[in-house]
């Protein structure tokens, strides 16, 4: 041990006389020399053990690192410089919890809070709201049971409904909003629409500019088949639309409440709540829709006024609307199939209809107006199955349509063609594309989701190719007024595909449209150009909206009858039928006599005489019809005519005079919402 210790002293001393000779002198104060030179050789005593060679000068010393805390010996991996990691892959990288569902619905909601109240958007509120729709998009994404509560809270905190949970819970919009919020692009488009749309405005997106580059297989024919000669044979049509069953019709219950939906036990007048105003009658009320009395008593005089009840109709349209007027919270899937049921039912046992082809109306599903695009893939690519199935099944088991319909119609959100044997087409369209929905505003930068219009277009060309006639029928009328379609993307649905669609294929192929939904007896011209042109010569297409069965609201009960030209398919006259619903409460208390349905007009003697040169057997075409316009532009009688039909005579239609006359006449020549609002006074689409 002494041996040892005289050794260690030697060699520190050796190091100190070494350093000692390389020193400066040393310097005043105390302090060492002034400057100190290192020996070129690496001090390999300071360690014991190295992975290179120490002494050597073509790389650095890699000495082994033993530590005293852990017990372990580095590796030379971690500071050999031929072996620099990519990413640390050893250590932990910590994060914070898995936030539980619930904790992400009150983060979401509190960052809605301070997008709401910040400063930094200063005056974009587009740009405030589509940031709100980015935090609901990630928490439906998230944690999709939370977003329901979500809507809720945020539509509570914000008072934009009167019963928020009712409206957007999860049994009713709150599922649907889920699924669009977690679709759609909310930075993009389809906020933009969203926020400008359902928030006020808050936006004021451009639609995508027309753009038909290979949207049509062929050019328009630059002269147009001959037309073919009348045969001299009239058709008879019949064209029902809304009738809107309602099997919760209380007789007795209040008729004038302050619900939408009135002839319930659960509504009433606000204005005197615990006083009854107008017990409902037994056949129906102007607030209401109609009850299964009314319904049976009208489809019961059907044939009997239309002179049909041996021969039958040639065939029969239904453009729409089943179901009654219910709020979403009182709806159910098995309501609607149970309504589908009886209505198809009743048509086919009452009234010897010929086929029937119908189209559904935005009433016909749950929730109201929704259909999912197949785009979305799997179950929710279905969803609505249920509802498509269904109808088809009924359409089949009555006997109306082609096996190629049906089966056509499942997979297609119901559209379908029908050939018949006598060369007319028949084409229906869902039109649920056309208005509320709210899966509409997933991926508005495709103007056709859906594939409506590309199926549309492509039975179109098809006809064209044929030489066949075409009829289409929906139920969401394209124009009119403006209010009926979604402004977007309706605009956009409607201006770039339907409305050159029926412009590329008239008036040789389409020889007439057909609509419901409004519940009102009106008429839309389609011109040439999206209507750049408005006269006779441009005129293509007319479009008929049907009156309605229901009388909801303020509107008498009505149906039409066509007659029609067997080998042109042109309307030769159309025929309607009312009856008064004011005088309804007269047959209450008594079970001898029902409702009164009665002869209304015939549409070429209400409006023939204004259009000079038009024989007896000359079509009721567009370009007839925009002559009754320039007739009624220089004599004003003939829209007070038009507005007393527009009610169905009712007592409770309001006169037009003034700007409502021009903007008639406006509303006429409106095939498309956009048109309209370009061009027409608003305020005066409605009787109602």
């Known amino acids: 041990m002494l041996s040892f210790k005289i050794l260690e002293t030697l060699a520190l001393f050796t190091v100190a006389f070494s350093d000692l000779a390389v020193a400066e002198t040393e310097t005043a104060g105390g302090f060492g020399p002034s400057a100190y030179t290192a020996p070129g050789a690496f001090p390999t005593s300071v360690y014991k053990h190295y992975y290179n060679s120490p002494t050597a000068t073509s790389a650095q010393p890699q000495p082994v690192i033993y530590d005293p805390v852990s017990h372990e010996i580095y590796p030379l991996e971690l500071t050999d410089p031929s072996t620099l990691p990519k990413n640390d892959t050893h250590d932990p990288h910590i994060l914070p919890p898995t936030a539980s569902s619930?904790?992400?619905?009150?983060?979401?909601?509190?960052?809605?809070?301070?997008?709401?109240?910040?400063?930094?958007?200063?005056?974009?509120?587009?740009?405030?709201?589509?940031?709100?729709?980015?935090?609901?998009?990630?928490?439906?994404?998230?944690?999709?049971?939370?977003?329901?509560?979500?809507?809720v809270r945020v539509c509570e905190h914000f008072n934009f409904d009167q019963d928020c949970a009712t409206t957007y819970g999860l049994d009713q919009l709150g599922w649907v909003i889920t699924?669009?919020?977690?679709?759609?692009?909310?930075?993009?488009?389809?906020?933009?629409?969203?926020?400008?749309?359902?928030?006020?405005?808050?936006?004021?997106?451009?639609?995508?500019?027309?753009?038909?580059?290979?949207?049509?297989?062929?050019?328009?024919?630059?002269?147009?088949?001959?037309?073919?000669?009348?045969?001299?044979?009239?058709?008879?049509?019949?064209?029902?639309?809304?009738?809107?069953?309602?099997?919760?019709?209380?007789?007795?219950?209040?008729?004038?409440?302050?619900?939408?939906?009135?002839?319930?036990?659960?509504?009433?007048?606000?204005?005197?709540?615990?006083?009854?105003?107008f017990p409902a009658p037994r056949f129906g009320a102007y607030l209401c829709d109609t009850p299964l009395s009314l319904m049976l008593a009208g489809l019961k005089a059907v044939p009997i006024l239309a002179g049909t009840g041996r021969t039958g109709f040639d065939f029969t349209l239904y453009t729409g609307d089943l179901v009654s007027h219910d709020p979403d919270n009182q709806l159910s899937r098995d309501y609607v199939l149970y309504t589908e049921t009886v209505l198809y039912d009743l048509i086919k046992k009452l009234i010897n209809t010929g086929p029937v082809y119908p189209a559904?109306?935005?009433?016909?599903?749950?929730?109201?107006?929704?259909?999912?695009?197949?785009?979305?893939?799997?179950?929710?690519?279905?969803?609505?199955?249920?509802?498509?199935?269904?109808?088809?099944?009924?359409?089949?088991?009555?006997?109306?349509?082609?096996?190629?319909?049906?089966?056509?119609?499942?997979?297609?959100?119901?559209?379908?063609?029908?050939?018949?044997?006598?060369?007319?087409?028949?084409?229906?369209?869902?039109?649920?594309?056309?208005?509320?929905?709210?899966?509409?505003?997933?991926?508005?930068?495709?103007?056709?989701?859906?594939?409506?219009?590309?199926?549309?277009?492509?039975?179109?060309?098809?006809?064209?190719?044929?030489?066949?006639?075409?009829?289409?029928?929906?139920?969401?009328?394209?124009?009119?007024?403006?209010?009926?379609?979604?402004?977007?993307?309706?605009?956009?649905?409607?201006?770039?595909?339907?409305?050159?669609?029926?412009?590329?294929?008239?008036?040789?192929v389409i020889k007439a449209v057909f609509w419901g939904h409004s519940h009102e007896d009106q008429l839309m011209i389609y011109y040439a150009n999206n209507a750049t042109s408005i006269s006779a010569q441009a005129a293509q297409a007319v479009g008929w909206i049907g009156p309605s069965f229901t009388t909801s609201r303020n509107l008498n009960s009505g149906f039409r009858v066509y007659e029609v030209d067997s080998e042109t398919f042109d309307i030769l006259d159309a025929h309607t039928w009312k009856s008064d619903v004011n005088s309804y409460p007269q047959l209450d208390k008594q079970s001898v006599r029902g409702p009164t349905f009665e002869y209304e007009y015939s549409t070429r003697k209400a409006y023939g005489g204004s259009v000079p040169g038009w024989g007896p057997n000359d079509p009721l075409n567009a370009s007839w019809w925009h002559l009754v316009t320039e007739a009624m532009e220089k004599d004003p009688a003939l829209v007070t005519t038009f507005n007393t039909y527009q009610g169905k005579s009712s007592v409770r239609t309001q006169p037009c005079t003034g700007d409502c006359i021009t903007a008639k006449i406006c509303y006429m020549r409106s095939a498309s919402a956009s048109i309209s609002q370009q061009n027409c006074i608003p305020g005066f689409g409605t009787v109602q």
């Not at 930094?120 to 589509?130: D, G, H, I, L, Y």
């Not at 594309?433 to 991926?443: D, G, P, R, S």
């Open 102 to 151: 619930g904790q992400i619905l009150e983060s979401a909601f509190q960052q809605i809070l301070s997008i709401a109240g910040s400063s930094s958007f200063e005056t974009n509120n587009c740009a405030r709201c589509q940031a709100a729709l980015q935090v609901g998009k990630f928490l439906a994404m998230a944690a999709p049971e939370q977003a329901p509560t979500f809507v």
């Open 179 to 277: 699924q669009v919020i977690a679709n759609a692009d909310v930075g993009g488009l389809d906020g933009q629409m969203i926020c400008s749309n359902f928030i006020s405005g808050l936006c004021s997106p451009t639609t995508t500019p027309l753009n038909l580059t290979n949207w049509f297989a062929k050019p328009k024919p630059a002269v147009l088949p001959a037309a073919k000669k009348p045969s001299g044979k009239r058709l008879k049509v019949l064209h029902l639309s809304d009738l809107h069953l309602d099997p919760r019709y209380t007789n007795g219950a209040e008729a004038n409440c302050s619900a939408y939906q009135c002839c319930r036990d659960n509504v009433v007048n606000s204005q005197t709540p615990d006083e009854m105003v």
């Open 360 to 508: 559904l109306g935005n009433h016909d599903t749950h929730n109201e107006a929704q259909d999912a695009p197949h785009a979305l893939g799997g179950e929710l690519g279905n969803q609505f199955s249920w509802n498509y199935d269904h109808v088809a099944g009924l359409w089949e088991h009555e006997g109306w349509l082609p096996q190629s319909a049906i089966d056509f119609a499942r997979s297609h959100y119901t559209a379908y063609m029908v050939k018949r044997q006598d060369g007319l087409r028949v084409i229906s369209l869902n039109t649920d594309m056309c208005i509320a929905n709210y899966f509409n505003y997933i991926n508005m930068t495709n103007p056709d989701l859906f594939g409506m219009l590309r199926f549309l277009t492509d039975e179109l060309q098809d006809a064209e190719d044929a030489g066949d006639a075409v009829w289409i029928l929906g139920h969401v009328l394209s124009g009119w007024d403006g209010t009926q379609p979604l402004q977007n993307p309706t605009n956009l649905y409607v201006r770039t595909y339907e409305y050159p669609s029926v412009d590329r294929f008239s008036p040789h």
